[in-house]
């Protein structure tokens, strides 16, 4: 693997980290910007354990994807409050900038990317899926990297496209960078986007051919990255370009 | 380390009575079955399934699909534990004991001290052979009575309760059992090793 990753050497213990930004994506979803100690960086894809300790020393952890560039000063996460959740709700709601608790990482070396894994690079994301990949995409601005890159986003609703505004910036500054969304609920009465779930037509129209051999990562509720990753094997793209992460209603 | 920062206000779920001897440290029980997978789900076909049983690589015994199901058949009740944290309890599985496996093929066990689990995709994990034997592990085809949905490993997947779920490898094809330790795919990715929830081993150096 080309890619050095941080993850597998050594122990990765539990620090502590302190809210220093907090930004409303959408109704549901906050971006938490974090400050943590002598952090070694990170590769994009990769992701933080976060572990919160309440007043009765009752503790709860979950998982939760880095949505910053490594070339950020500080690391930031997504995190939707998800209704039944445990750690969402706290983490979504009530986590104000000075608060501090405990994160480990960062984790996982297979769904993971960077400029010199080069392209062309396909991202394919359904809701929250987005959070890995928009590191990627953070990334690849940050190097000005110039090979194509594609961005097919599936959400609800126009207002539930998380990092909407920022996506849209980079696409209108990038001629190498296509973003296509498609909104499977509900549509803006003007709107030109797709409007339905992805589908064969959609990863026709918008993923590289086969024989371009672009590198494929799909993140998002298990239904869609089943759904897609099996459709991508059926248009003739290799198994091991596709890279899939699921994102249950269990992550929260 | 020093204390853990407070989250003012917050407090977790506690954990059903009764259940807490069985949920592991920083994990959650949860009621659907999340999927975790690198890549595309495998297609297989039935009719060209073969099972194997392999010592350095070199087969013991294949079995095809009908031949696989006239193995002894065991019923299980375990709880399971992700390394994502999600646990679920009381699962239901019938399957093929590793022990039964081995007794299909004349041993009365492993013929060596480590294992490595092959999958259709090229999936692999590892785990000593001790793990496997001794009516700890089973090679599943049936989840709560009914064919394992195919994200879920069909036709067949290992269960290994006692260890974190990512060593019950999905679609799996065969067991090579080999002298020496080899790490398998997650393993090599920065994941634990052996994977014990009571320890919490998630990753290398836990």
Not at chain 2, 94 to 100: L, N
Request: charged share 25%; with cysteine; aromatic share 10%.
């Amino acid at each position: 693997m080309s890619v050095t990753s941080p993850v597998t050497s050594q122990r990765k213990n539990w620090r502590v980290a302190e809210v220093v930004d907090i930004g409303e994506e959408t109704s549901r979803v906050r971006t938490l910007t974090l400050r943590v100690a002598d952090w070694a960086g990170h590769v994009p894809g990769q992701h933080v354990d976060v572990r919160l300790t309440g007043e009765d020393g009752s503790q709860a952890q979950r998982s939760y994807s880095i949505t910053s560039g490594p070339e950020a000063r500080e690391i930031s996460l997504a995190v939707e409050r998800l209704d039944e959740g445990e750690v969402s709700p706290y983490l979504a709601s009530e986590v104000r900038p000075g608060d501090r608790f405990e994160l480990r990482g960062p984790i996982g070396g297979y769904f993971i990317w960077t400029v010199e894994r080069g392209g062309p690079l396909v991202l394919i994301a359904g809701g929250s899926g987005i959070a890995p990949l928009m590191s990627m995409l953070r990334h690849r601005a940050a190097k000005k990297a110039k090979f194509p890159a594609t961005l097919l986003y599936s959400a609800r609703r126009y207002d539930e496209i998380i990092f909407r505004e920022e996506l849209d910036r980079m696409a209108v500054a990038d001629p190498n960078l296509q973003v296509a969304y498609t909104l499977t609920r509900e549509q803006p009465a003007d709107w030109r986007g797709g409007n339905k779930r992805i589908d064969r037509e959609s990863l026709m129209a918008f993923v590289n051919p086969p024989k371009q051999r672009p590198q494929i990562y799909v993140c998002g509720p298990s239904g869609l990255v089943e759904n897609t990753a099996k459709l991508l094997v059926e248009i003739g793209h290799e198994r091991g370009c596709i890279r899939t992460e699921r994102f249950g209603p269990t992550g929260a | 380390m020093t204390n853990p920062p407070i989250s003012r206000g917050f407090r977790a779920k506690s954990r059903p009575a009764g259940h807490r001897d069985r949920v592991p440290p920083g994990q959650h029980l949860v009621s659907d079955f999340p999927v975790l997978s690198a890549g595309p789900t495998p297609q297989i076909d039935l009719v060209r399934w073969r099972f194997s049983l392999r010592e350095r690589g070199k087969i013991l015994k294949e079995w095809n699909w009908d031949e696989f199901n006239a193995l002894p058949q065991t019923d299980w009740k375990r709880d399971i534990h992700c390394v994502t944290t999600w646990s679920k309890l009381d699962t239901h599985w019938r399957g093929v004991t590793v022990d039964d496996l081995l007794r299909a093929v004349g041993h009365d066990e492993a013929p060596a001290p480590y294992v490595m689990m092959h999958s259709a995709g090229g999936y692999t994990t590892n785990l000593p052979s001790a793990d496997l034997v001794g009516g700890k592990a089973m090679v599943a085809t049936l989840y709560e009575g009914k064919p394992l949905d195919p994200e879920h490993g069909w036709p067949a997947r290992l269960v290994v309760p006692h260890l974190y779920f990512w060593k019950s490898a999905k679609w799996l094809i065969g067991l090579d059992f080999i002298p020496e330790n080899r790490q398998g795919f997650w393993e090599d990715l920065g994941y634990h090793d052996y994977g014990d929830p009571w320890q919490e081993q998630r990753y290398v150096g836990d």
